[in-house]
C-alpha cells in the first residue's frame, strides 16, 4: 500500500520546505524569474547578475521536474489524506468479502448458462437483477445494444464549474461455442460488479473528495466475435467516462499486457462454372485461386516480422468435385503489435490475394467485415498503482520479460484504451490451462477461483481510490494516456 513509514515523512517534508524556500531566493535575487504554467519549464525575463547569483538552466530544470515535481505528488501523501485512503480501502475489501457469495453465485449463474456473442439474454438479465436490488444504483438495461446494460452511482455532472469524475468498470459474459466460459468472462462480470459495489461502499461516505466521483459500470457484450465495445464507443456509451477498469482471467497475474491488433479479411474469388471432366476449360476454377492464395500467404510468413501474424481457412471450396468452383471464400486473421504495422501487413495480405486472382483469371473481393480491435495502449501510472494494491493483498508479479511471453491475444478493450484512460490487467485463478480450452472452463466455474477474482476486484477498486482521492495521480494517468496515444501516431481528441 501507498504508506509512508515516519523517515519518508521526515524527508518528504524537508524536500517540500526546502524547495519553497530555495524559490523564493532565486526569486528575488538580482533577477526575475518566471515559470511558466504551460510547459513547465523556467524562463529567464532578465539577466540574472553572475556575480550575485550564477543561474544555470539545467539547474533550474532539475529544481523543477525533479523537486517541485516530486513534492506536488507528495502533497497527496501530505496532505492527511493517506490514513483517510486506507480506510476507504479497508471500507471496500470489508464490502466485497460481505457479498462474495452473492458474487459467486452471480458468476457460477452466468458460467452455467453459456451464451454466445450478441445472445447474452440471460446474463444481461442476471446482471441488471443484481444491479437492480439496491436502490442507489440506476439501472438502465438494454443499454445502446440489445443485451448491453449500464449501472450508475453516484452525482451528475452540475456543468462546466462543478465537474465529476465518472469512474468506469466493465463486465464480459459472452462464451465460446461449444466450450462455454472458456475464456473466464463470467468472472470478468463478477470482477467488474464487485470492484464497483467495492468503490461505492468506499465513497458513499465521504464528503471531502477533491472533486465528486460518479460510478458507471458498463456490460459489454460480444467481445469474442462482434466487437461490442467498438459498437458501444460509436453509441457515446464512453463519451462522459474519465477512467476504465476491468481485468481478464489468464495463467498468471500481469499488471499490463499489451495484446495485439487484430483485423478480420473476408476473401471472395468469383469465376465460372464448367464440367470438369468434359470441358474444363470453358471454366474459371475460384477454388484454384483459393489454393494459391492460401499458399501466397504460407510463403510470405518467410518476410514477416516475429510478432505479426495471419492465420486462415477456406470457408467454401466448391460444390461438386465434377463442377469448377465458380465461388469460394477464404477467412484470415491479421495481428500485429501496433496500428501501423497493421497497414503494412495488410498490403502484403492483399497482394498476395490480387495476385492470386491475376494468375486464374478470377474476380475478388476482399472485405474486413468485422471491426478491428486495436492494441491495449499501456498506463504506467495505473498499472504501478495496480501493482502496489495487489502487492499488498498477496498478488504476485512476474517480472516484464515473463509478461512479454504472454500469449498473442487480443480484445476490444484495446479501442477503448486509445478513448479513455484505463487498465486492463490479467489475473492468475489457479490453473495453468490455457485459455479457449475445456479445462480452463472448468477452472473458470471452480470455486477455488474465487480467492483470485475478488482479489483482483478489490486490487482494482483500491486503484481507483487512489486516483480518485489524489489530483496529482489523475494528472499524470491522463498525461501518461496522451503520451501512450502519440507514440502510437494517434490525432489526440477529446479531454481525457
Not at 83 to 109: F, G, P, V, Y
Not at 330 to 335: D, G, N, S, T, V
Not at 365 to 387: G, H, Q, R, V
Not at 472 to 478: A, G, I, M, S, T
Request: aromatic letters at 10%; charged letters at 20%.
Amino acid at each position: 500500500m501507498l504508506i509512508l513509514d515516519s523517515l519518508q515523512l521526515y524527508r518528504a517534508f524537508l524536500k517540500f520546505w526546502f524547495t519553497n524556500f530555495l524559490l523564493y531566493y532565486i526569486y528575488t535575487c538580482k533577477g526575475a524569474l518566471k515559470m511558466s504554467g504551460t510547459n513547465s519549464e523556467i524562463h529567464h525575463d532578465i539577466k540574472v547578475d553572475s556575480s550575485t547569483f550564477q543561474t544555470k538552466r539545467w539547474f533550474e530544470k532539475y529544481i523543477y521536474t525533479h523537486i517541485i515535481t516530486e513534492s506536488s505528488s507528495n502533497a497527496c501523501m501530505l496532505s492527511g489524506d493517506m490514513e483517510k485512503r486506507q480506510q476507504m480501502k479497508d471500507d471496500l475489501q470489508r464490502c466485497i468479502d460481505a457479498h462474495k457469495d452473492e458474487l459467486h453465485s452471480l458468476s457460477r449463474d452466468i458460467w452455467s448458462n453459456p451464451e454466445l456473442a450478441g445472445n447474452e439474454k440471460h446474463a444481461h438479465d442476471r446482471l441488471v437483477r443484481f444491479f437492480s436490488q439496491d436502490q442507489t444504483w440506476t439501472v438502465q438495461s438494454h443499454y445502446k445494444l440489445p443485451t448491453a446494460f449500464k449501472a450508475s452511482w453516484g452525482p451528475v455532472s452540475g456543468g462546466v464549474g462543478d465537474p465529476v469524475l465518472n469512474v468506469g468498470f466493465l463486465c464480459e459474459y459472452d462464451a465460446l461455442p461449444g466450450i462455454g466460459h472458456a475464456c473466464g468472462h463470467n468472472l470478468i462480470a463478477e470482477v467488474g460488479a464487485a470492484a464497483a459495489v467495492g468503490l461505492k461502499a468506499a465513497l458513499e461516505n465521504q464528503t471531502e473528495l477533491p472533486v465528486p466521483v460518479k460510478i458507471t459500470v458498463l456490460g459489454t457484450p460480444a467481445e469474442e466475435e462482434l466487437g461490442g465495445k467498438i459498437e458501444l464507443i460509436n453509441a457515446g456509451a464512453f463519451a462522459d467516462i474519465d477512467l476504465v477498469f476491468m481485468a481478464h482471467p489468464a495463467q498468471q497475474d500481469a499488471s499490463f499486457h499489451p495484446c495485439i491488433i487484430i483485423e478480420e479479411m473476408l476473401v471472395k474469388y468469383y469465376g465460372k462454372a464448367s464440367h470438369a471432366a468434359a470441358y474444363p476449360w470453358e471454366g474459371v476454377n475460384a477454388l484454384d485461386a483459393a489454393v494459391l492464395a492460401y499458399s501466397n500467404i504460407s510463403v510470405l510468413r518467410q518476410q514477416l516480422k516475429p510478432d505479426w501474424r495471419i492465420h486462415g481457412i477456406i470457408k467454401h471450396g466448391g460444390e461438386k468435385p465434377n463442377i469448377i468452383p465458380a465461388y469460394t471464400e477464404l477467412e484470415f486473421y491479421l495481428r500485429t503489435p501496433l496500428l501501423k504495422d497493421l497497414c503494412d501487413l495488410k498490403a502484403k495480405a492483399e497482394a498476395c490475394f490480387r495476385a492470386a486472382a491475376g494468375a486464374t483469371g478470377c474476380q475478388v473481393e476482399i472485405t474486413s467485415p468485422t471491426p478491428t480491435y486495436y492494441n491495449i495502449l499501456p498506463n504506467a501510472t495505473l498499472a504501478s498503482l495496480y501493482e502496489s494494491n495487489g502487492k499488498a493483498l498477496g498478488i504476485h508479479f512476474p517480472e516484464q520479460t515473463v509478461y512479454n511471453k504472454m500469449s498473442n491475444s487480443s480484445t476490444d478493450f484495446g479501442n477503448v484504451s486509445f478513448i479513455v484512460p484505463g487498465i486492463h490487467p490479467f489475473f492468475y485463478i489457479c490453473t495453468d490451462a490455457l485459455n479457449h480450452t475445456e479445462e480452463y472452463t472448468e477452472a473458470a466455474g471452480a470455486e477455488k477461483a474465487q480467492l483470485y477474482t475478488l482479489r483482483t476486484a478489490k486490487a482494482l477498486s483500491m486503484t481507483a481510490v487512489d486516483v480518485v482521492c489524489c489530483p496529482d495521480l489523475l494528472k499524470k494517468v491522463r498525461d501518461d494516456f496522451r503520451l501512450a496515444k502519440l507514440k502510437q501516431n494517434v490525432s489526440l481528441t477529446g479531454n481525457k
